[in-house]
């Protein structure tokens, strides 16, 4: 394998992914690139889009309309380069992400991988000394960034499927590298497992860059992802005149206020911390008018699995109440979601072992804490569930910012030794 | 018929009232005196307690406990001369009122004339320059006082009892004396309507002490009378140690709080006047408990039946709304009602040219505004419902302060023309 | 005069008025209209945009960037025959409206009369049968749309202007021609009658077409306009992350929802009916950060200036404690305001008079009561505090739908009668 | 040390504590008793009631009148054998507690020991199985009951004070003897640290008996215990018919309301977690009166001081605000405090070493976390800030029902055990 050249392709990759962002759900032009790339290093077991996804396991997708005009853009956005794309994006049927699977042909264990393409939903900054802008390749869709680095997850899962092909005889079992739509937010992983995309799996790793681990690092266990459930809750009341009918009301902007602050008023639990919280209110339209219409946007989290189910249970009890006390209808919509498997300390412990032989990285830390949620931990624990082993590791990388942050952006030079880290563990898994 | 002996009588029979209070549907002694009373004079067709009361319609009664100790009051309160007073409370069946008829024996029109037994539950004061302090018949039940003027209704319906036998003869038709129990709260006349007692009636009469109406006035018709339902709410949750298991507890302290605030908030209606109040909430033990229960005294009116209906429906709306959104569960119990009959035009012009032909009084009012809200519309609006017509009237008093406070008195000079006005109305209709 | 012709004429001036429709505070077009009409009948004491304004009692107007928005489509917008209509708008200071005064030069009693000019936020209907469709003069400015016959007063009021001036000569006194802008959302009157522009009238006269009036009807005295404050309340805290540091914010929506609860549950008035109504309410952005603002669009009206102070205040100490539980400020800003005028009597009869001698109409109706809130109140009220006489007359109309709907369409061949009539009452006044 | 003896003696003095429990703050008996027996021992240095309290700092006292009734139960039930208790009540100066102070004369430590003597607010249970029903010990004053050991903490600080001033001669420095009231709700220890009875010692020792540790253990440091406030927050505002004259209330029911739901959603903190409770809420009186008072009783925890802080210093902010909103006043009591001293690792091992040594304990526990909270941490803190060192120990004890509940009972064997382990420590740091 030419590392140094696969250094600048990393490079050129993520330049690419990152000038055209795509959020979640909406992830056809990076999609389309990943097929056709995956196409050209001669991986013939592709699936598309649909095939990847259990449509009703699906969350926070936005509607059909806003679908069609993410298709065209991508379409448009597709380099010359990309000359199958715009036919990869129509086998999709609607839906992104792509898996690609290597099989060796000989026995041995199937080993997931996972990459998430999307971008998160804030303004790149215009700041002439953010490197994006300095040199060229800074999003040129509207508040749209790729604040996350999922950019580079997404060159580093095409930079692996290269260097594993390459030495595809040597490897045994089968290798699924899985490229997922929706992390922000937490609404593409689950729909994917509830699909059976890791199902099988001896093994899952992911990896996401940043987070707090600075290059030259790499942390072997991420742990402590809080679970979490967003949603959206919409009241539908009835309209009246203010002053001259207004017991013909149902007013949705109080069912949905009093709501909000009973939501935030669900008792703690002894067990673990957990939160609420209503990020976003917006009822009614004309000042004399009862609000005939309220949505929220909300969230809750639990320290495990036990406390976050209790905090949403009772979170549809105090909306779907409030709703009643004013003669209102509400509706839950879950906008995304995460659970909280930890990663396996033995699995740890054997890649552990092959990191520190290798030499890439001046450090290596064991457990750190994770930062938030993430629902590649809905693939960890149904790969735990089936009997096989999981781990979430960090590839340390400088930030320019924190992530999500318009200002952010990582060290490119620490990407190539995120795929010979992975190329060194399926490796040492496969062999 | 000797009317200034009857003049004496009334303030003898008053003063014993007053100074024996008796709380709505524990109005034994009373009742007891009134039976012996009517028995005395003659009247055969007496019935007692239960025979006059619908049980299901029965409103904010106290529990068997406290009846048990009222009657045991009442019948050690009973005075000497009332030797079968013990006998006719144990005939009531544990339910106060008595219904008395004068049968004449011709046809003729069923004439029903409701007189109000119960007090208010105030604390008479203990002024000196108080009537009843300064001449000895103060009440002696804590917390209770005639301060509305039901004991000279009681009295004025003896005295009328009395005059119209003495000129049975005279009369056509049937004569009904209704005793009712229970007015404050609007708690006894619902209960007695769906007995019956007032069915088959051509007229209805009722008359009030006082209310604005000087003494030597006289008011034909009282309307507007505020349609209103009491009721008490009663949440239960489950209690849990606020800092150990707060997940664990019910909270109906909370789900109370979020009730009584939205109770507030129902929208006025575009048709009329209406009224919410949360007069008292009561919720909670222990400082470091999850409060288990929560009650709160409630009331809402309306201008009309129809508004006073919209706010109550709203009200068990938001009732048990509030109550699910704490996983509580909200128990709502009628405690009094009214509604908004209005008297007879043609019987007040009746009834007034009479009146006015008496010179009892030195003025007659039509049309006065009714002062709040009067459970004897239910008596009237059942009667107008099968044809008979209805009045309410007022007795002009002077008082020496406002009605339901503790130093509220009448004239009782004022007694003797009352029943002067109703033997005379009575004479009109039954001739 | 010419009635015939001038018939024409106003239609021709309402379509166009009609077509290009101008919301509160930017009606620039129209006042340039107006002034150029004007000032080619020779009404040569003119004044202009701010000169008419009390800047300090403006209401609800947009931000600078939006009047420079509307100004330059107001220049853009005006026809090709109003050569002059730019200077005019250079004029304005950016404030639109105009008063035209003719003066007599004889003694006599100053005559204001006011025509409001502005048009309501709602879109046109795009239904074929509506008339300016099918007629080709509906509304081509998007989401605005004179739906409540503004158009018609303007017209009105400068075919009015045409007719005073050809019989200046009979004339006595002053006669001022208020063309407001803002009465929708009660926006611009009282910052006109702070300015003093109805200061030193005998008689202030109004008139609105349709509100129930059908065509062939003329209403003398429309009186109980509702008093009635329109505000925003902008709510400001802090945002945080809301599982990170929750601690860290100051939660702008849960103060808004409480605010919001607590506004409709304020205690209603014994002497007569108020409103409250929370109609908009927006808070918020990201759904796990914790809000740092809030906006709700709210009003407040009373049946009497007093009721109507009572709950503005009230809602002022809601929206302030509120605000200081979740340790965020509100700030209050008054969007428009109305207060409760009613017009002489003694004007009606002597109007009614000359009315009824005239012929005009088939039907003169005397009090007809209000539909709602009317801010040429303010100028009411000031004209009779000075000792001069007002009056709010309506001119029948037939309509296709309720006023502020976007298919509402007038009769427009009603408007010449209001000319008429107007002219009529003029010369009564003013002989 | 005749330490069978004292055996014996400690279930004596036990079980008539027990069987006379006092409350919070009138602890008169008890403290008479021990100062009888103190006396009897030889201690001259003793300080009585209000000697040993800073009164600006006391929490959660009753008023005046039911001092005045607890200090006359007080008196009345004295045991014969106390000829001298009535005159060591009268110099109290109506506040209980004792400190008793053995002066070695020689140089040396000073050592506070700290016993809390005050009941809990339940019923005990009339079980006949129960063994103070059993052995006839059971409380004779209702609703009180020694239901968490405070009975035999100061049976085992009277035998402390009898093992002690028996070798005295042994024995170098000073050693207070520290009898403090109203332990329970966290009233007592503040007030007494306050006015300095711990202030210049160089070591603090407290222990609990029970608490999950079983009979023969021994807990070396007890730590964890949660910061706390009790307070009331009590309402006023003004009375108003609320038919009648709703405006002119000022409703404290629903301040406490709107407050009540803003305490429970005041925001959690991320550094650790934290507590609010509303237990128990009392507002309004009658059904048609708008609610002119309203109390409630509420408290707040914090795993930290800082934490605590932060969340009563909201509570007062959401009380304050919710006042403000309805016009009305709130006054915050603070009824009781704790804080969150750790004892010192240092003196838990140096304590550890002899009571290993001893053979008293089959089992030696280090650390064991505190179950709720305890205001000898004021003590605690303020000897550790002067420089001194302190530990909170638990004496294992098995019992029969959770503490606070009203089967509640002790080993009674476990109390010598605690005595001899004090008196080891006290002469480890004293020889």
């Known amino acids: 394998m030419d590392w140094k050249h696969l250094e600048l392709e990393l490079i050129v990759l993520r330049r690419d992914f990152h000038k055209y962002p795509e959020s979640a759900w909406t992830e056809f032009r990076a999609s389309a690139i990943i097929a056709s790339y995956l196409n050209r290093l001669g991986y013939r077991q592709l699936s598309l889009g649909l095939d990847n996804i259990d449509p009703q396991s699906v969350m926070g997708r936005p509607d059909e309309a806003e679908i069609d005009r993410q298709i065209e853009r991508a379409k448009a956005q597709l380099p010359e380069s990309c000359a199958d794309g715009a036919d990869f994006i129509d086998k999709m049927q609607r839906y992104p992400g792509v898996v690609g699977v290597l099989n060796t042909g000989k026995d041995g264990p199937v080993i997931s991988l996972r990459f998430d393409i999307d971008c998160v939903d804030v303004n790149e900054t215009v700041l002439p000394e953010h490197r994006p802008n300095k040199e060229c390749f800074a999003s040129v869709n509207a508040r749209l960034d790729h604040a996350c680095g999922h950019d580079a997850h997404t060159a580093i899962g095409l930079g692996l499927a290269k260097s594993l092909i390459?030495?595809?005889?040597?490897?045994?079992?089968?290798?699924?590298?899985?490229?997922?739509?929706?992390?922000?937010?937490?609404?593409?992983?689950?729909?994917?497992?509830?699909?059976?995309?890791?199902?099988?799996?001896?093994?899952?790793?992911?990896?996401?860059?940043?987070?707090?681990?600075?290059?030259?690092?790499?942390?072997?266990?991420?742990?402590?992802?809080?679970?979490?459930?967003?949603?959206?809750?919409?009241?539908?009341?009835?309209?009246?005149?203010?002053?001259?009918?207004?017991?013909?009301?149902?007013?949705?902007?109080?069912?949905?206020?009093?709501?909000?602050?009973?939501?935030?008023?669900?008792?703690?639990?002894?067990?673990?911390?957990?939160?609420?919280?209503?990020?976003?209110?917006?009822?009614?339209?004309?000042?004399?008018?009862?609000?005939?219409?309220?949505?929220?946007?909300?969230?809750?989290?639990?320290e495990t699995q036990d406390i976050a189910d209790y905090v949403y249970k009772r979170a549809c009890e105090v909306i779907n109440g409030a709703a009643a006390m004013y003669e209102t209808e509400a509706e839950i919509i879950k906008m995304g979601s995460a659970t909280d498997a930890d990663g396996d300390a033995a699995l740890a412990e054997r890649v552990g072992a092959v990191i520190r032989k290798s030499d890439l990285f001046g450090s290596i830390l064991n457990d750190v804490p994770a930062t938030g949620s993430e629902d590649a931990t809905w693939m960890m624990r149904r790969v735990q569930e089936q009997g096989g082993q999981a781990l979430y590791m960090v590839l340390g990388s400088d930030i320019t910012a924190p992530h999500h942050n318009g200002s952010f952006d990582i060290d490119e030079n620490a990407m190539i030794n995120g795929v010979r880290a992975l190329d060194i563990i399926v490796d040492e898994l496969a062999k």
């Open 166 to 302: 390459e030495k595809k005889d040597e490897l045994r079992g089968e290798i699924r590298l899985i490229f997922q739509p929706g992390e922000e937010g937490c609404r593409g992983a689950y729909a994917m497992t509830q699909k059976g995309v890791v199902d099988g799996s001896d093994y899952f790793l992911s990896l996401h860059i940043g987070t707090g681990v600075p290059s030259g690092s790499f942390a072997l266990n991420s742990h402590g992802h809080l679970c979490t459930t967003k949603f959206d809750a919409c009241f539908t009341g009835r309209a009246a005149h203010a002053a001259g009918a207004p017991q013909e009301g149902k007013n949705a902007l109080l069912a949905a206020a009093t709501a909000a602050i009973s939501l935030h008023a669900i008792a703690p639990h002894s067990e673990g911390s957990m939160r609420v919280n209503v990020g976003a209110l917006s009822a009614g339209t004309g000042r004399n008018v009862i609000a005939d219409h309220a949505v929220m946007k909300a969230e809750t989290r639990g």
